[in-house]
């Protein structure tokens, strides 16, 4: 069924696609070349899949009547081309799939009705830790741990390689998903072919990273969202959202000499967190686009998440075709893209009327400067001249209530060195956001060369390392020698994938670590990384800056965050004198002459040839086959999870009902991310998770970390709110995952104490202060909370995937209203708490009143706003989550 009569054939080098039209379309909506190219994408997508019941033509009429409003409180439902995974995210959602086969069977169904319907990759990149670094070996010895840490993990994946249709792994140390996905995976305009016809369509995805966005860089409209959510997706089911608002950013000029990508990003984030754009889609326009390669576009859509957008989206234009055809795309591909996206009015040049949006700012690429970002968020941009500066007289006091000017210097064990407040003792080229642009690596490259030509090395106590986003990167800095130059420095090849930007830093030099601790020193980390979150990088590292990969290089010869590097200089040269940062800094013509003899097509073609494969080692992995999996009681990697257990075929008895009689678990302040709720990390041997390897039989040496271990709850429900940073207001003065029992006060770890009430059949709630669950789009952090029994989270904000993936585990979240939280009602965790209004029905944003019982015997009441904000997610909470209701949903079909 189609109201539009839009489905239409174009016919591009003689094969002939079915589209459906937007200017046919336009034809009954009325005009639409306006309309933003991100919402354009969005039209599409419903114009195509109107069926009179999920997606109905008002809601297509609602996206063309936006240009009208360029606002919309229209719910509909999206459906994402295809689904990208990594490892980390991944791979609990293939074991909640696996479950849900085991809980087919036992309902009597048919397992395998549990396939993605949509097309599924999966890049195994999160589990290369940088144990080994700063020598030729670093590589080889850092890919043999990852592989003997991580065999059982990768053995499972395997056998969901085998066992699902649609669904394809990319192996361990081909690079970082969301390059993988920019380099090879995304095809800009995706197609089908069913019944001898081939329909072409915007390639769009949804992925279980919340740095999907980075893909918007290449014009294909995409975001993080929940594993549980990609889950739904994966079977058939469509995200459920409102038409967004659309922010447009204006570019005009070009980038100065000496002011690279990095720098430019983090002031954009700068910008739009002052703006304001949580929910909102962000689209990039002006002139300045066409002075900006496409690696420099995927740089500043990378970081959406960290200046809130759902997505930071560039529409097709001659930089995008001039991407594909360099990076060895299919050429009848590439003709495709351009001839389609002329045909639907997607295609941006110098001579596009700007869109309407709802907002703009706008920035002169000219006026940005060099920058960072710290000490401990990505939007608190500081610019290089000023970042000793505020280290020593802002930010340094609030670590540790030490004067900076009072600094310690303490011995080494074993070292000829002192290590001192504001050291850098971590300096990595890693992340997705720049290791994808040859610019800034190519840039850190010169770096290094100017600099080993001056004779300068880097400081002793610098742990180095170069996580590049794939192999394509190494074979450009090969190419043009300045790999030899990056290796002088320390900065060897440590793994293909996300590293420290992740915590998988691996550990620091024993004896570093031990100076740190015993000290209180205040020691930082500089990387090229989008995120830099309390107790993220390092435990043992309190200030964490955000930099480009060539001002890496530079602190690292530098060795401390309070030298100027505008001003002081960088260190001396063979014969004495000081050399500045100014005079190893490449100029932009520099790099740009390296980076056209270094890089063609053909690396990539190469590259991705075989990108499926995989090494020896991955290879002799057998897949099991069988359709269902056979869980190992004594694994603890990945364990059948509790969710469906007890579960009937329908959904009985009354549906919702109020809660009575919850005990706070947490009391929580502002700012509170998914790094401080999910566990993330290495496991600390005195911790619950540690607790519960060592009864099974693992040694500390091999606990590996949280991230490789989100195949069993066991290990992560006792790792939620764990973070060694998490300060919860019940225990004053603390810091990380305790709290009180009450009524008695006893302290405890939050795990314990969640059990414990779990056996007293007491109800759980958490109050937080506002942009509760930032971060990244971490399904544990909602998984941990529900199977801790935490029944609602009442905060004064949340963060968009955060919640949706509370209402996906069954979790009510909830909202202070304006001038209400948890300062004005006084509450210090010894109070009870009653949430009614909810047995009558549960509406998108209905009130829910909450009495507070306090110890004292007085009680108070008020109104919170119900943060389930779609009908979907009201039928998602009523089968308890969103996996029940697909099960249920397949099972009945």
């Not at 992340?431 to 290094?448: D, E, F, K, Q, R």
């Not at 306090?854 to 089968?879: K, M």
Request: charged content about 20%; glycine content about 8%.
């Amino acid at each position: 069924m189609n109201s539009f009569n839009a489905k239409t054939t174009l016919t591009v080098a003689n094969t002939p696609y079915t589209v459906y039209s937007l200017p046919e379309a336009a034809k009954s909506l009325g005009d639409i070349s306006r309309l933003p190219f991100s919402l354009k994408v969005l039209l599409e997508n419903l114009l195509r899949h109107e069926d009179g019941r999920s997606v109905k033509a008002v809601d297509v009429q609602a996206v063309a009547d936006w240009l009208q409003t360029q606002t919309s409180d229209r719910e509909i439902a999206y459906r994402p081309a295809r689904v990208l995974m990594q490892d980390f995210t991944g791979v609990p959602a293939v074991v909640d799939l696996a479950a849900m086969r085991d809980a087919m069977a036992k309902l009597g169904g048919d397992p395998d009705k549990i396939n993605p319907l949509s097309p599924v990759d999966l890049v195994i990149d999160h589990s290369v830790m940088v144990d080994a670094f700063g020598s030729a070996a670093a590589f080889s010895e850092n890919v043999e741990k990852e592989f003997q840490r991580n065999f059982e993990r990768y053995a499972f994946l395997r056998w969901g390689q085998n066992a699902f249709d649609n669904f394809r792994v990319v192996p361990p140390g081909t690079g970082i998903c969301h390059q993988v996905n920019l380099e090879y995976l995304a095809q800009v305009v995706w197609t089908k072919t069913d019944a001898g016809e081939t329909m072409a369509y915007p390639d769009t995805l949804v992925g279980t990273d919340s740095h999907t966005t980075m893909i918007n860089g290449l014009s294909v409209l995409g975001w993080g969202v929940g594993g549980i959510e990609a889950e739904a997706a994966m079977l058939g089911q469509p995200i459920s959202m409102l038409i967004p608002e659309v922010v447009g950013f204006k570019l005009t000029g070009q980038l100065p000499d000496g002011a690279t990508a990095t720098d430019l990003v983090l002031t954009v984030v700068q910008m739009l967190r002052q703006k304001g754009v949580v929910n909102k889609f962000v689209e990039f326009y002006g002139d300045g686009l066409s002075h900006l390669t496409l690696a420099d576009r995927a740089t500043i859509a990378n970081m959406a998440p960290e200046y809130g957008a759902t997505c930071g989206f560039f529409p097709i234009d001659a930089e995008t075709i001039h991407y594909l055809e360099f990076s060895g795309r299919d050429p009848e591909r590439v003709a495709l893209v351009e001839a389609y996206a002329k045909a639907q009015g997607l295609w941006r040049s110098t001579d596009t009327p700007d869109p309407i949006f709802t907002d703009t700012l706008s920035l002169e690429l000219d006026t940005v400067e060099p920058s960072l970002a710290g000490p401990k968020r990505p939007q608190d941009r500081v610019l290089l001249s000023d970042l000793a500066h505020q280290f020593k007289t802002a930010d340094f006091p609030s670590f540790s209530g030490k004067d900076y000017s009072q600094k310690q210097s303490v011995p080494v064990t074993g070292a000829d060195y002192a290590l001192t407040d504001g050291d850098v003792v971590i300096a990595a080229i890693t992340s997705c956001t720049n290791t994808s642009n040859p610019s800034v690596m190519i840039g850190a490259g010169l770096v290094a060369r100017k600099a080993r030509e001056k004779g300068l090395t880097v400081k002793s106590w610098v742990k180095t390392s170069l996580a590049p986003g794939s192999q394509v990167v190494s074979d450009y800095l090969a190419k043009a020698g300045l790999q030899a130059d990056l290796d002088a420095l320390g900065f060897n090849l440590v793994g293909y994938g996300c590293t420290t930007c992740i915590g998988n830093s691996g550990p620091l030099p024993a004896p570093i670590a031990n100076a740190i601790d015993d000290n209180d020193l205040v020691v930082g980390a500089v990387l090229s990384g989008n995120r830099n979150f309390e107790g993220r990088v390092s435990p043992h590292t309190k200030a964490n800056y955000l930099a480009s990969p060539p001002l890496v290089v530079a602190y690292a010869i530098a060795g401390n965050l309070a030298i100027d590097l505008k001003t002081d200089p960088i260190g001396q040269d063979a014969d004495g004198r000081p050399v500045y940062l100014k005079d190893i800094w490449p100029s932009t013509d520099e790099i740009k002459t390296v980076m056209a003899a270094a890089l063609t097509p053909e690396m990539f073609r190469s590259r991705y040839s075989n990108v499926f494969t995989g090494t020896a080692d991955w290879q002799k992995i057998a897949p099991a086959d069988s359709q269902t999996y056979d869980w190992q009681n004594d694994s603890t990697y990945v364990q059948n999870p509790p969710y469906f257990e007890a579960m009937a075929p329908r959904v009985n008895g009354q549906a919702f009902a109020d809660i009575h009689g919850a005990r706070p678990l947490a009391l929580l302040g502002d700012s509170i991310t998914t790094d401080h709720i999910s566990p993330a990390g290495a496991i600390k041997a005195d911790s619950p998770a540690g607790h519960y390897l060592v009864d099974n039989g693992v040694n500390s040496s091999e606990f590996n970390s949280y991230g490789s271990r989100r195949g069993n709850h066991e290990v992560m429900m006792r790792g939620t709110f764990a973070n060694i940073r998490l300060q919860n207001e019940m225990v004053p003065g603390s810091s990380g995952g305790v709290t009180q029992h009450m009524p008695d006060g006893t302290e405890m770890s939050i795990y314990d104490a969640a059990m414990k009430y779990q056996a007293e059949d007491v109800p759980l709630v958490v109050i937080a202060g506002k942009e509760y669950g930032t971060g990244s789009s971490r399904d544990w952090a909602a998984k941990g909370t529900r199977l801790l029994g935490v029944k609602a989270v009442i905060a004064e904000s949340f963060e968009r995937i955060h919640r949706s993936n509370l209402v996906g585990m069954g979790v009510l979240p909830l909202q202070f209203q304006a001038g209400c939280d948890r300062h004005t009602l006084d509450l210090n965790g010894s109070e009870t708490f009653d949430l009614t209004g909810l047995s009558s029905g549960i509406q998108p944003g209905m009130t829910v009143t909450l009495t507070i019982h306090r110890s004292h015997g007085a009680t108070t009441q008020v109104p919170l706003l119900c943060r389930i904000d779609t009908l979907d997610e009201v039928e998602y909470f009523r089968h308890g989550g969103i996996l029940q209701y697909v099960l249920r949903q397949l099972l009945a079909a």
